[in-house]
């Protein structure tokens, strides 16, 4: 597994996206990115002591749909693994949850952002962690970091590097493995019993949905006030109210 570090860099995906010829896993990892974007083309700070790195896959398997919840959950494992291991209390890593589809939330704040993109045959997982970073900018009060929660600094690049090694590691299983890891996403989402309203347009809906489940398709699974059936998202803007 080859690791390459920029200083600076627009983008590890846009990266991927233009060097074709890089080989599975072969990961890029930038300390500071100036056009880091997220889903829907939102910005993500990309300030230095963040983990911004991406690498890409083979899609042999049709697994795109799998792929951004099963990189949540490498994510969140590791996380959780360096949460547990410092605070030495379990209540402290049950705040880590799983945000569908790309987010993981501590508490109410956002400490990493993952995005996934298709090109051709190869799926670009793009993922951004706040690590030792503590500058959010507009975000201060929506987000925090893995420093901030342990109250200490960690190695950027030994994290990065534990997170790709279990993803490459649990990657050939995935399909065997599903049923396992979706229980556990489902277990830890931070959906769980929230209350949504539907985002269309930047405008929000006056119909409100409870959140059900994360189904084996990767679908958020929602049940709407007066419904008798659930509705099915395969993407879906939305905000949580209660």
């Known amino acids: 597994m080859k690791f390459t570090v920029f200083e600076e860099i627009d983008s590890t995906n846009d990266y991927l996206r233009k060097n074709h010829k890089i080989e599975e896993f072969e990961v890029i990892i930038a300390k500071r990115q100036t056009a880091g974007r997220g889903k ?13 790195f991406s690498f890409s896959v083979k899609d042999k398997e049709n697994l795109q749909e799998k792929i951004t919840i099963f990189s949540g959950y490498t994510v969140y494992e590791i996380l959780k693994k360096y949460i547990d ?16 589809p790309n987010d993981i939330y501590y508490q109410d704040k956002k400490i990493c952002g993952i995005l996934c993109e298709k090109i051709r045959e190869n799926i ?18 929506r987000a925090v970091s893995l420093s901030e929660i342990c109250g200490i600094k960690f190695s950027v690049e030994e994290i990065i590097k534990e997170i790709v090694f279990l993803f490459e590691k649990e990657f050939t299983n995935l ?5 396992r890891i979706l229980e556990k996403i489902n277990e830890k989402s931070y959906l769980k019993d929230k209350i949504i309203k539907i985002k269309k ?8 949905y409870r959140f059900l ?9 929602l049940i709407g006030k007066g419904d008798t059936e659930e509705s099915k998202f395969e993407s879906l803007d939305f905000e949580v109210i209660l």
């Open 40 to 52: 829907r083309g939102r910005v993500w700070i990309s300030d230095e002591g963040a983990a911004l």
């Open 85 to 100: 291991e410092n605070l030495k209390n379990d209540d402290f890593s049950e705040n880590l949850k799983f945000k569908w």
């Open 124 to 141: 670009i997982i793009g993922i951004g962690i706040n690590i030792n970073n503590n500058d959010f900018g507009i975000f201060q009060e």
């Open 175 to 179: 399909n065997k493995e599903w049923e």
């Open 201 to 208: 347009e930047n405008k929000l809906g006056e119909k409100i």
């Open 213 to 221: 489940r994360i189904d084996r398709a990767g679908k958020i699974c």
